[in-house]
């Protein structure tokens, strides 16, 4: 195969493909997480980074060079909706789980579970 010129277009033929199976790979990343969040509004994010290394040994004034991409997709952090959470003493966080926006809430079972328990009075 003849020499080829790297560029954008010839990235594909150059090792192997390598580099662009990893862009392609990187692009349907983002792309799914806008899919699976549309309401997420930040922007998705792919680079593509060509790293370009001088080797040491020249040829005249002929400089030959070592050639790295670096791919990376970037996406937005997953953040829930705040909970209200109850606090101790001992440090400990607690929630209602039937009744999410109150911690400290009393539930029907709550009083069940006391019930199965058992008190004593029988």
């Known amino acids: 195969m003849p020499r080829q010129q790297l560029s954008l277009d010839t990235l594909a033929e150059f090792d192997y ?4 199976v990893a862009f392609q790979t990187a692009l349907e990343r983002v792309v799914r997480d806008c899919l699976d969040r549309p309401g997420e509004k930040k922007p998705r994010t792919v680079t593509l980074v060509a790293k370009i290394t001088p080797v040491l040994q020249q040829s005249g004034d002929v400089v030959d060079c070592e050639v790295a991409f670096e791919i990376a997709a970037a996406i937005p952090k997953w953040l829930t909706a705040p909970q209200a959470v109850g ?36």
């Open 17 to 20: 493909g390598k580099a662009a």
């Open 87 to 122: 606090t101790t003493k001992q440090g400990h966080l607690f929630f209602q789980e039937l009744a999410p926006d109150s911690p400290k809430q009393m539930t029907v079972a709550d009083f069940t579970d006391a019930d199965e328990a058992g008190d004593g009075d029988e």
